[in-house]
Each structure stands twice: as structure tokens, then as C-alpha cells.
């Protein structure tokens, strides 16, 4: 079957970095996405990696692994705004997001 | 970026009366859109996939009876929950597809939150 793993939940502190890992099982993958959910609003699309390696934005980096089912989000010194939910998704053979549950990150003063 | 709106943003009804939502792409055609419901600390849930004049795709579990979709054009598609009951009540995302863009990419509309009395 298809899986998605990530943390359930995750605390760090105000201009610290964090790393939130997410692990995927898909029939075929063209892709993974990260996107940011604040509590009440929808997703927000964050990055998209195809290939192996690290792709930066700014103070948020993201990393694939496709030889070991693996990706993780990197955020860097962190604000209080970063509060918030971040999914993990991978896109399959058919083009179809399959999400994790989401991590959520407590970002504490 | 293309945008993705949704109406109405939140909307409360009494058990048993239907209530649509739309889901619109502002600049750009939509050729796929996608309906998901989250519930309060889950995480998404793909409800259907709709393609422009086509009917929609329906995930296991998914009445399709029960949720209505029409994807009658490239820029806007309708999920109209018939018969709501409290169960009902969830927070409706729906994403699309650019069609002439990266294929990859969903953008996502702001939610409608339902509540059911």
C-alpha cells in the first residue's frame, strides 16, 4: 500500500533550526511536496523536489532522497509565525498527492 | 501565482438541507480539480477528482450520491454536500490543476468550513 510517515508533533525554539523528516512508501513517485497548513486555513505550497538533493528558499530548505523513500524539510532560524502544521505528500505513478497526517511544530520564545 | 478562490468561506445550515460550494481558478484553467476534507488535526482526505466535462472520480468510501460534483468548466467546480447531517460538518479544501502549467502543481483554495446543526 501507499504510506506517507512523519512526526506527529515537534517543538523547537524561537531562532533555532529544526528538521521535520517524512518518509514515503508510493505505487511510482513523481515528486514531493511540502506545505505549510496554519490551524483553520488551507495548505500552503512550500517546496517541490523531483530529484535528489537540497533545495533552498530562503530561510526553508528541503532534501529527497529517492533511493531511500526519504525527504525532510529544514526550517531555519525560526520565528513565531512558523507555528503552524506542515504536510508532507508525495505525488504517485497516477499524478495523485498521497499525504502524511502532518507535523506539527510548537515554536517556543 | 495562480489563485484559487472558494465560496462561501464558512457556512452553517440545519441538518438535512443541501449546501454547494464553489471552487473557482482566477487566472488560470483549471483541466483538474480536486476535493479534499480535513477534519480537526488530520490530515487531508481526497474526497474525488473532477476533470472539465467529465464526471468525477470518487474515492473508496466516498458517496458520490451523497457529494455532488460538476466540473462544467475550465475555471470553476461545485461539491454540493445533499442532505448534510452533523457528521457532515468538516473543513472542504479544493485544489486545481494549471493545465497548461507544471503538471505537478496543485494550488490549493482558502476552505470552506461547514458546519452542521
Known amino acids: 500500500g501507499q504510506n506517507i510517515d512523519q512526526p506527529t508533533e515537534m517543538t523547537a525554539t524561537e531562532g533555532a533550526i529544526v528538521q521535520i523528516n517524512c518518509t514515503y512508501q508510493?505505487?511510482?513517485?513523481?515528486?514531493l511536496f511540502w506545505y505549510q497548513q496554519h490551524a483553520g486555513e488551507a495548505p500552503t505550497f512550500l517546496s517541490y523536489n523531483v530529484l535528489d538533493g537540497l533545495e533552498e528558499k530562503g530561510r526553508f530548505s528541503s532534501f529527497l532522497s529517492r533511493s531511500k523513500g526519504y525527504s525532510y524539510l529544514l526550517l531555519k532560524e525560526l520565528q513565531m509565525k512558523d507555528s503552524a502544521s506542515y504536510l508532507c505528500?508525495?505525488?504517485?505513478?497516477?499524478?495523485?498527492?498521497?499525504w502524511g497526517a502532518g507535523t506539527k511544530l510548537i515554536i517556543k520564545p | 501565482g495562480a489563485v484559487v478562490s472558494q465560496h462561501p468561506s464558512w457556512v452553517i445550515c440545519k441538518s438535512g438541507t443541501s449546501v454547494k460550494i464553489e471552487c473557482r481558478s482566477l487566472?488560470?484553467?483549471?483541466?483538474?480539480m480536486f476535493w479534499y476534507r480535513q477534519f480537526p488535526k488530520q490530515s487531508l482526505m481526497l474526497m474525488a477528482t473532477?476533470?472539465?466535462?467529465?464526471?468525477?472520480?470518487?474515492e473508496q468510501g466516498v458517496e458520490k450520491d451523497k457529494f455532488l460534483i460538476n466540473h462544467a468548466s475550465l475555471t470553476l467546480s461545485t461539491l454540493t454536500v445533499t442532505s448534510a447531517h452533523p457528521e457532515d460538518s468538516s473543513f472542504y479544501i479544493c485544489s486545481a490543476r494549471d493545465g497548461l502549467g507544471d503538471y505537478n502543481e496543485q494550488f490549493f483554495g482558502p476552505g470552506t468550513r461547514l458546519t452542521v446543526l
Open positions: 505528500a508525495a505525488l504517485d505513478s497516477n499524478y495523485q498527492l498521497i
Open positions: 508510493t505505487s511510482g513517485f513523481n515528486g
Open positions: 487566472d488560470f484553467q483549471a483541466t483538474t
Open positions: 473532477s476533470n472539465e466535462g467529465s464526471k468525477a472520480t470518487y
